[in-house]
């Protein structure tokens, strides 16, 4: 389905109308790690009104845990033409792992992937230890251990990483290996044979 399209299609939910979280369009305006507007007119405020269910939980489930907290949206739906452009934007560079083959296509094409921060009572971010879509280990979940060991990342930042993370899990988000912002919601597998991709 043609993302201009997307208002009319009953499967999706503007972000809008999730209560409790911030929106910061990250791939809208140049403050991308490509350096231009990647969504220029098409609306991306959307999520799958799956994932958007999920994304409310987390959000409630922080008020009432770390009130002075609140989830920020850094990027939801994308759609496919725009994962095609980031993945030629990475070609010959070896940060192309960071970006999941158009050919396989992007959980966030379905709508069933967000990419999320933790703000605090003044609105600034909260210190991850690497900013997002800075695309090195030190935002590898799977290495924050290593990264401690050596003195990359520091105890207070992997605490504030898992305090996202516990939020995003109580809505029913799972995490992925390599950075630290990025949650899916179901079964990566059976979203891309079963619901509608965002083109
Ligand atoms: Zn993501």
Redo the contacts with the bound molecule.
């Keep these: 389905m043609r993302c201009e399209f997307i208002a009319d299609h009953p499967d999706f939910r503007r972000l809008e109308t999730i209560d409790g979280i911030v929106i910061d369009l990250r791939y809208v305006g140049a403050d991308n790690f490509v350096g231009r507007d990647l969504y220029g007119n098409l609306d991306c405020a959307w999520l799958h009104h799956e994932a958007a269910t999920a994304l409310q939980t987390a959000a409630k489930w922080l008020r009432e845990h770390h009130p002075q907290y609140r989830l920020v949206v850094l990027?939801a739906l994308?759609p496919h033409r725009v994962q095609e452009m980031l993945w030629k934007h990475l070609e010959g560079t070896p940060l192309r792992m960071y970006v999941a083959d158009p050919a396989r296509g992007?959980?966030?094409s379905f709508g069933m992937?967000?990419?999320v921060t933790v703000l605090d009572a003044d609105g600034n971010e909260l210190d991850m230890g690497s900013a997002y879509d800075e695309m090195v280990e030190k935002s590898h979940p799977a290495l924050e251990q290593k990264m401690l060991a050596e003195g990359q990342l520091t105890p207070h930042q992997i605490s504030q990483r898992e305090l996202l993370r516990q939020a995003m899990f109580h809505g029913g988000f799972r995490g992925?290996n390599s950075?630290w912002?990025?949650?899916n919601c179901g079964d990566p597998v059976v979203v891309r044979q079963t619901y509608l991709r965002v083109d």
């Design positions: 990027d994308r992007s959980i966030h992937a967000v990419d992925i950075e912002w990025h949650f």
